[in-house]
Nanobody, 127 residues
């Protein structure tokens, strides 16, 4: 079992940057594929990005490719999401999630693949 806690959300102007962090409890963090999802009001939760257990492979949604960057530090049990060139349409609650699935990260875009979820952190981008 793992508990996930996101932080780093806030209010930023369009074009600005934010860095989200997701800290995990437990000593098996490196055994999980980690992902970030987001959910805007009235919308379904959507995949943003995933990173492999070692951090060597990543997979991005087209909507954030080139603007967002995921990384992880297994020694610190933390995954990060660096968000740049933010747009108002990036406004959402951002969730990190952990998956035990034995599958390529490109196959982890569905929320059902993930076993554990954080509580989310709000990101608001003003125009």
């Amino acid at each position: 079992q793992v508990q996930l806690v996101e932080s780093g959300g806030g209010l930023v102007q369009a074009g600005g940057s934010l860095r989200l962090s997701c800290s995990a409890s437990g000593r098996t963090f490196s055994s999980y594929i980690m992902g970030w999802f987001r959910q805007a009001p009235g919308q379904e939760r959507e995949f943003v990005v995933a990173i492999s257990r070692s951090g060597g492979r990543t997979y991005y949604a087209d909507s954030v490719k080139g603007r967002f960057a995921i990384s992880r530090d297994n020694a610190k049990n933390t995954v990060y999401l660096q968000m740049s060139s933010l747009k108002p349409e990036d406004t959402a609650v951002y969730f990190c999630a952990a998956s035990t699935a034995n599958t390529p990260v490109a196959a982890t875009t569905q929320s059902s693949v993930y076993d554990y979820w954080g509580q989310g952190t709000q990101v608001t981008v003003s125009s």
